[in-house]
């Protein structure tokens, strides 16, 4: 069955590292585009990073850039999202996705990782 | 950065209402164009991409219209399941930068 299985989330202080990990199965992982989304809580959804197939490509929604480094591991069929200097704002539910090129839509869906940054 | 607005913000129907969900960009976007659900406690799901094309698998009652900056969804006969929010979202840039609308919350 079709899935991503996010892992890594959890509380960290203000400043501190986090490595986020997505487990995906069922697809060809390394023909597809991989995605992070957040949402933090009660509010609306926020890319933050895409990778290519072949990591050669990868972007940055500007809250993020320089902070975070999006990853993968087509071997281990697995995604990664390391992230550094976090703050408040960074609290939030965390996604991958399954990224469909190249209309650059988001067609699976982890049921996330909850981020809390807090002192 | 392309900025989406969708409208209204909350809407309160009926079943077997029709319903139109309004989302506009600050510039042209083309078809460039994907409509998400989204239930509490859930991840989004794809409903709609490149404006009008349905997700297979996604009920027909679903249909997305639109291109440029003026984009639609309309659901034709709301079902009680179709409760919850729904997010439209862009990536035309060069390179891709997604961005999503603040979204629409469905109440039945």
């Known amino acids: 069955q079709l899935q991503l299985v996010e892992s890594g989330g959890g509380l960290v202080r203000p400043g501190g590292s986090l490595r986020l990990s997505c487990a995906a199965s069922?697809?060809?992982?390394?023909?597809?585009?991989m995605t992070w989304v957040r949402q933090a809580p009660g509010k609306g959804l926020e890319w933050l990073s895409y990778?290519?197939?072949?990591?050669?490509?990868?972007n940055y929604a500007d809250s993020v850039k320089g902070r975070f480094t999006i990853s993968r591991d087509n071997a281990k069929n697995s995604l990664y999202l390391q992230m550094n200097s976090l703050r408040a704002e960074d609290t939030a539910l965390y996604y991958c996705?399954?990224?469909?090129?190249?209309?650059?839509?988001?067609?699976?869906w982890g049921q996330g990782t909850t981020v809390t940054v807090s002192s | 950065e392309i900025v989406l607005t969708q409208s209204p913000a909350t809407l309160s129907v009926f079943p077997g209402e029709r319903v139109t969900l309004s989302c506009r960009a600050s510039q042209d976007i083309r078809n460039n164009l994907a409509w998400y659900q989204q239930k509490p406690g859930q991840a989004p799901r794809l409903l709609i991409y490149?404006?009008?094309a349905r997700v297979t698998g996604i009920p027909a009652r679903f249909s997305g219209s639109g291109s440029g900056t003026e984009f639609t969804l309309t659901i034709s006969s709301l079902q009680s399941e179709d409760f919850g929010f729904y997010y439209c979202q862009q990536n035309n840039n060069w390179p891709p930068r997604i961005t999503f609308g603040p979204g629409t919350t469905v109440h039945i």
């Open positions: 490149a404006a009008s």
């Open positions: 996705a399954r990224l469909v090129y190249p209309y650059y839509t988001m067609d699976v």
């Open positions: 069922d697809f060809p992982f390394n023909d597809y585009f």
């Open positions: 990778i290519s197939a072949d990591s050669v490509d990868t």
